[in-house]
């Protein structure tokens, strides 16, 4: 069943950054129902497998709280290899009755890696060592690019600046900010 525009959840950037050997991990605090906000400190990052990994969610909060779910049960099997236990939940994610109606994506990052992964199976792994979701995500992407390009700034401080300015663009995207490092 597709929700109804006006009842629609739309929240969130979350924006993850690798660089020199760190990664951080990022969202704002928004949560809108239709075109209200509804919240405005919603936490939308979580530390897994001991503090080695920061996962960030976007879509229902629900949905992606039984996916973050899922994928920590995934990481315990697999020994805390990240790139399997994401395979694995994708694939799950995809081929499951119940996990294939979740609608949400979710944003991994390790020192060593950052993965997207989708519910429609995609595990993507950036080049740039930059991932972002949600409905700030592609301009705190673009933000993130330009000062990985131009700057010298540690991650968590890209993953900042790039928040700031997806959320004086989006309107779904707040200035309440948290960010993570591992």
Same mark, same amino acid.
């Given at each position: 069943? /597709?929700?109804?525009?006006?009842s629609?959840? %739309?929240?969130?950037?979350?924006? =993850?950054?690798?660089?020199?050997?760190?990664?951080?991990?990022?969202?704002?605090?928004?949560?809108?129902?239709?075109?209200?906000?509804?919240?405005?400190?919603? %936490?939308?990052? %979580?530390?897994?497998?001991?503090?080695?990994?920061?996962?960030?969610?976007?879509?229902?909060?629900?949905?992606?709280?039984?996916?973050?779910?899922?994928?920590?049960e995934?990481l315990?099997?697999?020994? =805390? /290899?990240l790139?399997?236990?994401?395979?694995?939940?994708?694939?799950?994610?995809?081929?499951?009755?119940?996990? #294939?109606?979740?609608?949400?994506?979710?944003?991994i990052v390790?020192?060593?890696k950052?993965?997207?992964?989708s519910?429609?199976?995609?595990?993507i792994?950036?080049?740039?060592?930059?991932?972002a979701?949600? @409905?700030?995500?592609?301009?705190?992407?673009?933000a993130? %690019?330009?000062?990985?390009?131009?700057?010298?700034?540690?991650? =968590?401080?890209?993953?900042?600046? @790039?928040? #700031?300015?997806?959320?004086?663009?989006?309107?779904y995207?707040?200035?309440?900010?948290?960010?993570?490092?591992?």
């Amino acid at each position: 069943m /597709k929700h109804s525009e006006e009842s629609r959840i %739309r929240s969130t950037t979350v924006i =993850g950054v690798l660089r020199d050997g760190k990664a951080a991990l990022g969202s704002d605090g928004q949560m809108t129902l239709g075109n209200t906000v509804v919240k405005h400190s919603t %936490r939308k990052i %979580r530390s897994l497998y001991q503090g080695r990994l920061l996962a960030g969610f976007a879509g229902a909060t629900a949905d992606a709280l039984t996916l973050l779910d899922r994928f920590e049960e995934k990481l315990e099997a697999y020994n =805390g /290899k990240l790139e399997r236990a994401a395979v694995e939940l994708a694939r799950d994610w995809r081929t499951d009755k119940y996990l #294939r109606r979740l609608e949400a994506m979710l944003a991994i990052v390790s020192s060593e890696k950052a993965l997207i992964i989708s519910g429609t199976g995609d595990v993507i792994e950036p080049e740039d060592g930059i991932v972002a979701i949600g @409905s700030g995500s592609m301009y705190a992407l673009a933000a993130a %690019r330009a000062l990985m390009k131009h700057t010298g700034l540690h991650a =968590g401080e890209i993953v900042q600046e @790039s928040l #700031r300015t997806a959320a004086d663009i989006c309107i779904y995207t707040n200035d309440h900010i948290v960010v993570e490092e591992v």
